[in-house]
C-alpha cells in the first residue's frame, strides 16, 4: 500500500509541464526590467531592494545577460 502512494505521488510530480528544481527569484520580464534600470544607471542595491531579493541576485541576472562583467569590476586594469 505504502509503495502506491509513493508511485502515485511520484507520478503527479513527474508531468512534463511541471518545473524541476529552484524557482526563478525573478520572472522575465522583471529580470528585464532590472537589466533595463541598471543599464540606465541605478544602483543595484536599489534594484534588489525593488524586488525583494539579494544583491548577488541581480549580479547573476547582469552577468547571464553579458551585461555586466564582475571580474572587471573588481580588479580593474590600470
Given at each position: 500500500m505504502l509503495r502506491w502512494h509513493i508511485h502515485q505521488r511520484a507520478s503527479r510530480t513527474t508531468k512534463p509541464s511541471t518545473?524541476?528544481?529552484r524557482q526563478p527569484s525573478?520572472?522575465?520580464s522583471e529580470a528585464a526590467d532590472a537589466?533595463?534600470?541598471y543599464?540606465?544607471?541605478e544602483k543595484v542595491i536599489d534594484i534588489?531592494?525593488?524586488y525583494g531579493?539579494?544583491?548577488s541576485t541581480v549580479y547573476q541576472y547582469l552577468k547571464?545577460?553579458?551585461i555586466v562583467n564582475l571580474h572587471?569590476?573588481?580588479h580593474p586594469v590600470v
Open positions: 518545473l524541476r528544481g525573478l520572472s522575465c537589466c533595463r534600470r543599464e540606465d544607471g534588489a531592494d525593488r531579493v539579494a544583491r547571464a545577460r553579458s572587471a569590476k573588481l
